[in-house]
C-alpha cells in the first residue's frame, strides 16, 4: 500500500519560517517524483514544488523561489519543503502526492499539475498570522 505522510503544519507569524515533511512508503522512491500542493479556502488545489527521486532535479513554482525550497532524503524516503519569509497568503491545507517519472514531464514546469499525480496524502495544515 501506497502511502504519504505529510507533516510539519502549524502557526507561524508573517516573517517565520517552517519545514514539512513527507514521508513516502509502499513505493520505490527513485521512480517517482513528490509534489507539494497547496489549497487555500475555496480555491483550487495549486502546485508548489516537484522533486525527482531519481536525481534530486527539482521544480519550484515562480512566485514561490527565493523562499521556498525542496529537498529529499532518499535513504528516509523523505522530502522536504522548506519555507521562508512566510506571508499570510501562505495559509493553505499543504499537500504532498507522488508521481511515477516514467513521463518526467508531470514533475517538470510546465507539466506539473494536481491530475498528473499517482497518489495523495493527507494534509497538514499551515496558517500564517499576520
Known amino acids: 500500500e501506497v502511502q504519504l505522510q505529510a507533516s510539519g503544519g502549524g502557526l507561524v507569524q508573517t516573517g517565520g519560517s517552517l519545514r514539512l515533511s513527507c514521508v513516502v512508503s509502499?513505493?520505490?522512491?527513485?521512480?517517482?517524483?513528490i509534489g507539494w500542493f497547496r489549497q487555500m479556502p475555496g480555491k483550487e488545489r495549486e502546485g508548489v514544488s516537484c522533486?525527482?527521486?531519481?536525481?534530486?532535479?527539482?521544480y519550484i513554482r515562480d512566485s514561490e523561489k527565493g523562499r521556498f525550497t525542496v529537498s529529499s532524503d532518499n535513504a528516509k524516503n523523505t522530502v522536504y519543503l522548506q519555507m521562508n519569509r512566510m506571508t499570510p497568503g501562505d495559509t493553505a491545507v499543504y499537500y504532498c502526492?507522488?508521481?511515477?517519472?516514467?513521463?518526467?514531464?508531470?514533475?517538470?514546469?510546465?507539466?506539473?499539475?494536481?491530475?498528473?499525480?499517482?497518489?495523495w496524502g493527507k494534509g497538514t495544515q499551515v496558517t500564517v498570522s499576520s
Open positions: 509502499g513505493l520505490t522512491f527513485a521512480e517517482y517524483g
Open positions: 522533486i525527482r527521486g531519481r536525481d534530486g532535479g527539482a
Open positions: 502526492a507522488a508521481v511515477n517519472l516514467a513521463i518526467d514531464y508531470y514533475c517538470a514546469k510546465g507539466g506539473f499539475t494536481s491530475y498528473g499525480m499517482d497518489y
